[in-house]
Structures are given as structure tokens and as C-alpha cells.
């Protein structure tokens, strides 16, 4: 198969060397983790028994005009003895875009290996929250925290019973392993 030149100019046009100027402030709230970090990733049971804890990578790029943070996960895939190449490890995608009209972040979500798509918004505070509603009730928030420049925490959280209570189901400790200016 014979593949022109110009189908490896989605990554050139993908990517982004700097926030967009326009929004420059707004946009470091995820622009602070451009880079890539070094993880340890781990899942709980519904008992809060820990059932995964592998190391992983998480990398964060400027995209679209700077106007977005895109980053990939990867981590071993439990379900394929713990390799960790292509075709074998967990690997998934988040795009971010803060939306000035409505001065929120818009966060889509896509699990390649799990087939889990997520559209969330995000709000700052102490902490960054990401939130979503799933489609059987239940609420769902991914929780950025204890964030320094070289480190930060990241839970996923679910609740069942409206947010009055929520269970732990993973977490993330993070390590940055390069800065990108």
C-alpha cells in the first residue's frame, strides 16, 4: 500500500507548540500538565480491595491551534498478562478545550481497548474536577490533586446514590519524566 506524504500531515497540523494567546490564562489549567509523566496506575474493587497497580505513562501536548490539551495513556492490560505494547496494553485518549463562550472546559474521552467514550466538563478550585453523568444515573468524577510542577494525584471517582457518597475506583500517582517548554 502506497500512503502519500501528506497523510502524516495530520500530526504537524494536530499539534501545537504554545497555548493559544487569546486564552492563555484559562488554558494553563491543563497546559500546566503539557509534558509527559511517568504513573502508577491502580484500580479498586467495589470493596475498595485493590485488584491493579502497574506502572504506566501519561503525555500531554498542546493541539489544535493551542486552542486544546490532548494527551495518551498507556498502561498494561491486565487482561493480556501484563504486556505493554502496541495491540496488547490499555491506551486511551483525552481531549480538553476550554470553551470561552461558556468559560468552561469541555473534556471528551476515549478508552480505545475498553471502548469507553466520555464527555465531561471541567471546573478548577483547590483541585481539578471532572464531571459526568453516566447514562444508568450514576455519577462519575476524576479528581486532579495535591498538584505540583513535578508531581500530581489523579482519582476516579463514582457515586451511586447521587454524590452523597463516593467510592474510590482508581488512582494515579504522577511523576513528571520530561517538561516540554
Known amino acids: 500500500m502506497i500512503v502519500s506524504k501528506d497523510a502524516f500531515q495530520i500530526l504537524a497540523n494536530l499539534r501545537a507548540d504554545a497555548p493559544h494567546p487569546e486564552h492563555r490564562e484559562k488554558l494553563m489549567l491543563f ?26 505513562l501519561w503525555s500531554f501536548s498542546w493541539v489544535l491551534d493551542g486552542r486544546a490539551v490532548q494527551d495518551v495513556l498507556v498502561y498494561p492490560n491486565p487482561e493480556k498478562a501484563l504486556k505493554n505494547g502496541p495491540g496488547d496494553r490499555r491506551i486511551g485518549t483525552t481531549l480538553r478545550y476550554y470553551d470561552p463562550k461558556l468559560d468552561l472546559w469541555q473534556v471528551i474521552w ?51 446514590d447521587q454524590g452523597k457518597t463516593w467510592r474510590v475506583e482508581q488512582e494515579m500517582f ?8
Not at 174 to 181: D, F, K, N, T
Open 174 to 181: 504522577a511523576q513528571r519524566s520530561q517538561r516540554v517548554p
Open 110 to 160: 476515549l478508552g480505545a481497548v475498553t471502548g469507553n467514550l466520555g464527555v465531561m466538563t471541567a471546573k478548577a478550585g483547590s483541585e481539578i474536577w471532572i464531571e459526568e453523568k453516566e447514562s444508568d444515573g450514576s455519577l462519575t468524577r476524576w479528581i486532579f490533586t495535591e498538584i505540583t510542577s513535578d508531581s500530581f494525584h489523579w482519582k476516579g471517582t463514582a457515586s451511586n
Open 31 to 56: 497546559g500546566q500538565f503539557i509534558g509527559s509523566w511517568h504513573m502508577q496506575v491502580i484500580f479498586y474493587d467495589q470493596h475498595g480491595a485493590k485488584v491493579y497497580d502497574q506502572p504506566g
